[in-house]
């Protein structure tokens, strides 16, 4: 799939794959040098613009690195990028950690990952059939 990009800033890097034909997400980069305090959430620009197709939607996803290491998460996960939207791409971060945490430019900041996606049509009914799992809710098939 071709998806066309917009570069905002010549300096930034586009997203690419770290292990062509093995990794599900691109890296999306930092635009621009951010400082995280703990418990604080930002904005990270990302100097793209993206043109996604109609029937396809753009996700946002954290890097277990970032997670893992350092308890840098993405905020929204999953960020959702619209197929009209058209703005640059922002990624929303936040700090778990109790450390500082910098973001210099062209820092690996998230993964996107474009998925099919389909319009659906709600037909409202009084009774919806049952299945094995019928109401059962959060936790109720126990803990193993």
Same mark, same amino acid.
């Given at each position: 799939?071709?998806?066309?990009?917009?570069?905002?800033?010549?300096?930034?890097?586009?997203?690419?794959?770290?292990?062509? $034909?093995?990794?599900?997400?691109?890296? &999306?980069?930092?635009?621009?040098?951010?400082?995280?305090?703990?418990?604080?959430?930002?904005?990270?620009?990302?100097? &793209?613009?993206?043109?996604?197709?109609?029937?396809?939607?753009?996700?946002?996803?954290?890097?277990?690195?970032?997670?893992?290491?350092?308890?840098?998460?993405?905020?929204?996960?999953?960020?959702?990028?619209?197929? $009209?939207?058209? $703005?640059?791409?922002?990624?929303?971060?936040?700090?778990?950690?109790?450390?500082?945490?910098?973001?210099?430019?062209?820092?690996?900041?998230?993964? &996107?990952?474009?998925?099919?996606?389909?319009?659906?049509?709600?037909?409202?009914?009084?009774?919806?059939?049952?299945?094995?799992?019928?109401?059962?809710?959060?936790?109720?098939?126990?803990?193993?």
């Amino acid at each position: 799939m071709k998806i066309k990009i917009k570069r905002m800033d010549e300096d930034v890097e586009l997203p690419k794959y770290q292990h062509l $034909g093995e990794d599900c997400g691109m890296d &999306l980069k930092s635009r621009y040098d951010y400082e995280l305090k703990p418990a604080e959430y930002k904005l990270i620009k990302t100097g &793209l613009k993206i043109a996604i197709p109609k029937g396809y939607g753009g996700f946002i996803y954290p890097r277990s690195g970032l997670a893992l290491n350092n308890g840098i998460t993405v905020l929204n996960a999953d960020g959702v990028i619209d197929p $009209g939207y058209r $703005g640059e791409v922002g990624v929303l971060l936040i700090n778990h950690s109790d450390q500082i945490f910098k973001i210099n430019k062209n820092d690996r900041i998230a993964q &996107l990952i474009i998925h099919k996606t389909y319009q659906i049509e709600f037909i409202e009914v009084n009774n919806l059939g049952q299945s094995l799992r019928d109401q059962g809710g959060f936790g109720h098939t126990g803990r193993q």
